[in-house]
Structures are given as structure tokens and as C-alpha cells.
């Protein structure tokens, strides 16, 4: 069974500039839940799809982050602008069996 | 809301036993996960514990008490690959099932 895929590994910008990123869950599972872990922290829940409708996004800082599912399978996360604080690595989850992707780490200069 | 709490860091030897406690406060229990994470890798699910006591999985075990609100991960005959943070979470209240995350705890394994 594939895992969770996530692109790209690794993006670098400077703050002001806009980020996307993308995820691939696992086929069939209908959860997608994007995650922001900073260094030394747990993953902080962003927001939670349930199949393409939004169930939770109570801590997506919505003046800057917007994320998508349209057709219920991919996702994508969208910061923009970017500060410096949105340094660090995301997350995409999708249950059942909450299995994570390798993550993308963001780096805001 | 959920309060996790567990250690910041936590040392130990080689082939010898470490339990790392977490103790938690939410408003609705739906379980409690363990998820183990390497520096640079995603978070990779141990254990998820809904009833009370042990529950064993080889050199790992996951404990757990409800009317305490304590857990406690259970390592055996630590290997130097064991050396990673250990996360416990709690689900979200009202009926969902979101692994909500605290700090984590970094084990370090010396020979």
C-alpha cells in the first residue's frame, strides 16, 4: 500500500512570497488533516477534510493560510505571504490509520 | 480543550527499560495515541489505547489510565535506534477522532 505523498520535500523563500504545497493521502481514506510542527513542538492540527468538505479549521490562520481538496483525493496548502514564523515542517495525515506524510520543510528567510 | 504534559527529555543506557509518562486533561476522552518520530521524519504511529491497562506490542508497551489521566510508553531492551521523540496525543473532543499533540519527549539512547 503507497503512503502518504507529500511535494516537496524541501522549499526555501523569502517572507512575502507565496508557498504551495501538496498531498496525496492514501487511496480510499476520506480524513486529510494538514499539520505545522515547529521545531521542538508537536504537529499543531491546521485543518481537517472530510472527503472535500472542511471540518475543522479553527487553528488555520486564515488571513494567510487557505487549503483545498475539490475532488475528495489531493489537497493542497497555500501560505501567502509568507512571515517568518510560518517556518517549518507540514504535515499531511489521512486516516483511517492516521498515517503521515514525509512532510514539507519550509524555511521563510 | 486537551493540556498534554510530558517530559522534555529523557536519557538512558543501551539494552535497559525507559517509561516515558504523559498525562493529559480533555473535556471528552476518545482514546490515546503514541507516535514515535525520528529528527527529520514524519511522526510514525505505536499504539492507540481506549480501555484502561497494558497493552503490549513486542519491545513496546502503552499504558494507560482514564480516571488518572496518565499514560506511560513503555520501552524494552533499548537500542540506539530508539533514540527519537515520543508524542503522546489525545484525540479532540466532541467525537473526533484528530491526534491533538504535545511537545513530545526526546529520548536519547548512549551506549
Known amino acids: 500500500e503507497a503512503g502518504v505523498a507529500q511535494s516537496p520535500r524541501y522549499k526555501i523563500i523569502e517572507k512575502r512570497q507565496s508557498v504551495a504545497f501538496w498531498c496525496n493521502p492514501i487511496?480510499?481514506?476520506?480524513?486529510l488533516y494538514w499539520y505545522q510542527q515547529i521545531l521542538g513542538q508537536g504537529p499543531k492540527l491546521l485543518i481537517q477534510?472530510?472527503?472535500?468538505?472542511?471540518?475543522?479549521d479553527s487553528q488555520l490562520p486564515k488571513d494567510r493560510f487557505s487549503a483545498e481538496r475539490l475532488k475528495g483525493v489531493d489537497s493542497t496548502l497555500k501560505i501567502q505571504p509568507a512571515k517568518l514564523e510560518d517556518s517549518a515542517v507540514y504535515l499531511c495525515?489521512?486516516?483511517?490509520?492516521?498515517?503521515f506524510g514525509a512532510g514539507t520543510r519550509l524555511s521563510v528567510l | 480543550g486537551q493540556n498534554i504534559d510530558q517530559p522534555t527529555e529523557m536519557t538512558a543506557t543501551e539494552g535497559a527499560i525507559v517509561q516515558i509518562n504523559c498525562t493529559y486533561q480533555?473535556?471528552?476522552?476518545?482514546?490515546l495515541f503514541w507516535y514515535q518520530q525520528h529528527a527529520g521524519e514524519a511522526p510514525t504511529f505505536l499504539s492507540y489505547?481506549?480501555?484502561?491497562g497494558l497493552e503490549e506490542k513486542g519491545r513496546f508497551s502503552s499504558f494507560l489510565s482514564r480516571s488518572k489521566g496518565y499514560s506511560y510508553l513503555l520501552l524494552k531492551e533499548l537500542q540506539m535506534k530508539d533514540s527519537a521523540s515520543y508524542l503522546c496525543?489525545?484525540?479532540?473532543?466532541?467525537?473526533?477522532?484528530?491526534?491533538?499533540f504535545g511537545r513530545g519527549t526526546s529520548l536519547i539512547v548512549h551506549p
Open positions: 489505547n481506549v480501555l484502561d
Open positions: 480533555t473535556s471528552g476522552f476518545n482514546g
Open positions: 487511496s480510499g481514506h476520506a480524513t
Open positions: 495525515a489521512s486516516s483511517p490509520a492516521e498515517a
Open positions: 496525543a489525545v484525540p479532540a473532543s466532541g467525537g473526533s477522532y484528530i491526534p491533538t
Open positions: 477534510f472530510q472527503n472535500n468538505g472542511v471540518v475543522d
